[in-house]
């Protein structure tokens, strides 16, 4: 006879509850210890802006994958943003190439893979000072 499920309360044998176990058995900080240290870190300022305190809040940004990825919730890997430098990275990231690598190279970090190599495109701040120069 199957028993009903804790996690969906079918009667069944559940996967789901395998997938809960197997993620409880991951060592290492969890997401909040690792928000706490890099808002330490950053001293709440935005780490990727002008500096000072943001006006409308900061969170917390993965560098490399994100919150799903397990391996990747490291200290090391997240940055201290305020929302609008959050939203902006999302839709340029090659603009915040030399803040991120100046970042990396400040606190001893390893360089994030999307930020080896060459830029993938002209960074739209370049882009923008060149046709300005053009006209």
């Not at 240290?37 to 940004?61: F, I, M, Q, S, Y």
């Not at 200290?75 to 959050?86: I, L, S, Y």
């Not at 001893?108 to 002209?122: A, H, M, Q, S």
């Given at each position: 006879?199957?028993?009903?499920?804790?996690?969906?309360?079918?009667?069944?044998?559940?996967?789901?509850?395998?997938?809960?176990?197997?993620?409880?058995?991951?060592?290492?900080?969890?997401?909040?210890?690792?928000?706490?240290?890099?808002?330490?870190?950053?001293?709440?300022?935005?780490?990727?802006?002008?500096?000072?305190?943001?006006?409308?809040?900061?969170?917390?940004?993965?560098?490399?994958?994100?919150s799903?990825?397990?391996?990747?919730?490291?200290v090391?890997?997240?940055?201290w943003?305020?929302?609008?430098?959050?939203?902006?990275?999302?839709?340029?990231?090659?603009?915040?190439?030399?803040?991120?690598?100046?970042?990396?190279?400040?606190?001893?970090?390893?360089?994030?893979?999307?930020?080896?190599?060459?830029?993938?495109r002209?960074?739209?701040?370049?882009?923008?000072?060149?046709?300005?120069?053009?006209?």
């Amino acid at each position: 006879m199957m028993r009903r499920c804790n996690h969906c309360k079918r009667r069944h044998i559940c996967s789901t509850k395998k997938k809960v176990e197997r993620l409880r058995r991951v060592s290492g900080p969890t997401i909040k210890q690792i928000r706490e240290g890099v808002r330490k870190r950053a001293g709440n300022d935005c780490e990727l802006g002008p500096g000072g305190v943001p006006e409308w809040g900061t969170e917390l940004h993965h560098l490399e994958g994100g919150s799903g990825r397990l391996a990747l919730q490291k200290v090391e890997n997240c940055m201290w943003v305020c929302m609008d430098c959050h939203k902006a990275f999302h839709r340029h990231p090659e603009d915040y190439r030399r803040v991120v690598l100046n970042w990396a190279r400040q606190y001893g970090y390893p360089v994030p893979r999307r930020f080896r190599g060459p830029p993938k495109r002209i960074a739209t701040d370049a882009l923008k000072a060149q046709e300005k120069g053009a006209t």
